[in-house]
T-cell receptor, first 113, second 113 residues
Framework: KNQVEQSPQSLIILEGKNCTLQ??????????LRWYKQDTGRGPVSLTI?????NTKSNGRYTATLDADTKQSSLHITASQLSDSASYIC????????????FGGGTRLMVKP | DTGVSQDPRHKITKRGQNVTFRCDPI?????LYWYRQTLGQGPEFLTY????????KSRLLSDRFSAERPKGSFSTLEIQRTEQGDSAMYLC???????????FGPGTRLLVL
């Protein structure tokens, strides 16, 4: 069964600090991995997408890494801002599944001043 | 704003009533997806369309749920005889082609009393 697990479930950090969110997956055959940001009461918004051959992808202060051998990904947030407070969802797509996505449960990040 | 809109944004109904939600995808996107998301969880797949054809339905989509995309543009999701367990956020997403990024709408939050 395809699964995506994220850790931690929740995280509180001070404004300006860095943090790293983890994602482990068992989706096979792997197609791509996305990180989405979801503000409270809103739909998810794509931050990064990585295919099998990509190890790292950046989007501003967000940097995602992918290790396809260990089936792990991380999302690193640099110099956090209050607006980074949101849920971050790791989403994996399987190659033979018609772009069907397997979602992780998300990490709820709170950035405090 | 991702370009995907959903209506209504919030819906409160009594148990046993029928409700219908609408999703307007990005105009050139041929794929449209419906998801359900409960508090603190990642979205769960319900069903998807390619143009007007409904290609897959999740086991989560009971007989009380029906979705349509009559002209391959907007889609509706109807829930008949609502139950308290139907309370959730219903998300719509659209994509272009098989591997295009899915862009999510803001969601419709349903509360069944």
């Amino acid at each position: 069964k395809n699964q995506v697990e994220q850790s931690p479930q929740s995280l509180i950090i001070l404004e300006g600090k860095n943090c790293t969110l983890q994602c482990n997956y068992t989706v096979s055959p792997f197609s791509n991995l996305r990180w989405y940001k979801q503000d409270t009461g809103r739909g998810p918004v794509s931050l990064t997408i990585m295919t099998f051959s990509e190890n790292t992808k950046s989007n501003g202060r967000y940097t995602a890494t992918l290790d396809a051998d260990t089936k792990q990904s991380s999302l690193h947030i640099t110099a956090s801002q209050l607006s980074d407070s949101a849920s971050y969802i790791c989403v994996v797509s399987a190659r033979n599944a018609g772009n069907m996505l397997t979602f992780g449960g998300g990490t709820r990040l709170m950035v405090k001043p | 704003d991702t370009g995907v809109s959903q209506d209504p944004r919030h819906k409160i109904t009594k148990r046993g009533q029928n409700v219908t939600f609408r999703c307007d995808p990005i105009s050139e996107h041929n794929r449209l997806y419906w998801y359900r998301q409960t508090l603190g969880q990642g979205p769960e797949f319900l069903t998807y369309f390619q143009n007007e054809a409904q290609l897959e339905k999740s086991r989560l989509l009971s007989d009380r749920f029906s979705a349509e995309r009559p002209k391959g543009s907007f889609s509706t999701l109807e829930i008949q005889r609502t139950e308290q367990g139907d309370s959730a956020m219903y998300l719509c997403a659209s994509s272009l082609g098989l591997v295009g990024t899915q862009y999510f709408g803001p969601g419709t939050r349903l509360l069944v009393l």
